[in-house]
């Protein structure tokens, strides 16, 4: 017997009690993982039942959540603000801002010196180090402590000659 003669061709229709979800997945055999009856499964298994049973319907929608009462606004009352008063200048706080060392007539651009970054030349910065003339100005002596501060391997400003370097371009 052919297999078109045994198949109906109306079980391919969506029922009404199907949502589209149980319909497609319904044409998979997939279906049953999904808890949707596979339409094919009564031609493939023998089964002789000639349409697929009714899946059940959906369940009633939730209830919607009550709808909150909003609290009335208060209304705002104008308020004169009365101005700030002035920051009293304490000796602490004008310690706080001072520069950590004195700021150079001239600043240099540090990074000419060979082995000066632009990173580096920022941690010279932070510590007050800005002009040739400063540099000019250490002592073997004043290297080692600033290496430490500044992060550079240790002596790196003496086996470049940072010295030598900033006095030449001083000119």
Known sequence: MLLAAKFDFARLMPTETES???YWMS??????MFGVRWRMADVMFGETAAAPAPTPAPAAPAPAPKAR???????VEATVSEPAPAPVETPVAA???APKAEEPADVDD????KGIGPKMAGALEAEGITSFRQIADWSP???GPLESKIG??????LRDDWIGQAR???G
């Open 168 to 170: 030449s371009l001083m």
């Open 110 to 113: 540090l990074t000419a010196i």
């Open 141 to 143: 002596e004043d290297v």
């Open 20 to 22: 589209a979800f149980e």
């Open 95 to 97: 310690a706080a801002e």
């Open 27 to 32: 044409l998979s055999p997939a279906a049953p």
């Open 69 to 75: 009462k909003k609290a009335d606004p208060k209304p």
């Open 152 to 157: 550079s391997l240790p002596g790196r400003i």
